[in-house]
Antibody, heavy 120, light 106 residues
Framework: EGQLLESGGGLAQPGSSLRLSCTAS????????MSWFRQAPGKGLEWVSL????????FYADSVKGRFTVSRDNSKNTFFLQMNGLRAEDTAVYYC??????????????WGQGTMVVVS | DIQMTQSPSSLSAALGDRVTFTCRAS??????LDWFQQKSGKAPKLLIY???TLQSGVPSRFSGSGSGTNFTLTISSLQPEDFATYYC?????????FGQGTRLEI
């Protein structure tokens, strides 16, 4: 069964940048779209961004468009979320997740453990 | 954007109870609806996809139904490990959207 492991979270000042990474194992990484989600403290789940298998197409939530960039390196089974212009409202646990069926929008069958980002 | 609305926002139940959660989409999403369970401090877990297909490894006491705009998740007999928050998510298109969640309490 596949696994995902996020890294790169931490404390950031408003206006600064962070880069999250998600490393995959146990499945054919390049064959699947990958997504980032986030969950603010005590709140529900929010989709952030996705990148298709070959990295050719990317999609973003309006709340992060123009500030965040998603990318992937299939040679390293890793995908990334570059977060620029961070705001207090970006404070959340960030999860990466794998699309199960190749439809890019779900279902998402494998999730990472999450990495906390605090903007303060 | 497709808005997803779950009801109730919280639900109290006892071991062995049958419980049903409701999720409504603001427009038709056919059967492109997935259900997740999330326990405190943990990542979401996929339970049901395509409205009614049980994810591999998920106990058969979980079931889903619906199409179009109205969907339900049912747990036939509550077990201790089922107390968690449940989210629906539309997998019809971007932006991907979730309901606000239903918290299931003892």
């Amino acid at each position: 069964e596949g696994q995902l492991l996020e890294s790169g979270g931490g404390l950031a000042q408003p206006g600064s940048s962070l880069r999250l990474s998600c490393t995959a194992s146990g499945f054919a990484f390049s064959s699947y779209a990958m997504s980032w989600f986030r969950q603010a403290p005590g709140k529900g789940l929010e989709w952030v961004s996705l990148v298709i298998g070959n990295g050719g197409n990317t999609f973003y939530a309006d709340s992060v468009k123009g500030r965040f960039t998603v990318s992937r390196d299939n040679s390293k089974n890793t995908f990334f979320l570059q977060m620029n212009g961070l705001r207090a409202e970006d404070t959340a646990v960030y999860y990466c997740a794998k699309d199960q069926k190749g439809r890019i929008v779900g279902p998402f069958d494998i999730w990472g453990q999450g990495t906390m980002v605090v903007v303060s | 954007d497709i808005q997803m609305t779950q009801s109730p926002s919280s639900l109290s139940a006892a071991l062995g109870d049958r419980v049903t959660f409701t999720c409504r989409a603001s427009q038709t999403i056919r059967t492109n609806l997935d259900w997740f369970q999330q326990k405190s401090g943990k990542a979401p877990k996929l339970l049901i996809y395509a409205a009614s297909t049980l994810q591999s490894g998920v106990p058969s006491r979980f079931s889903g139904s619906g199409s179009g705009t109205n969907f339900t998740l049912t747990i036939s007999s509550l077990q201790p490990e089922d107390f968690a928050t449940y989210y629906c998510q539309q997998s019809y298109g971007t932006p991907i959207t979730f309901g606000q969640g239903t918290r299931l309490e003892i």
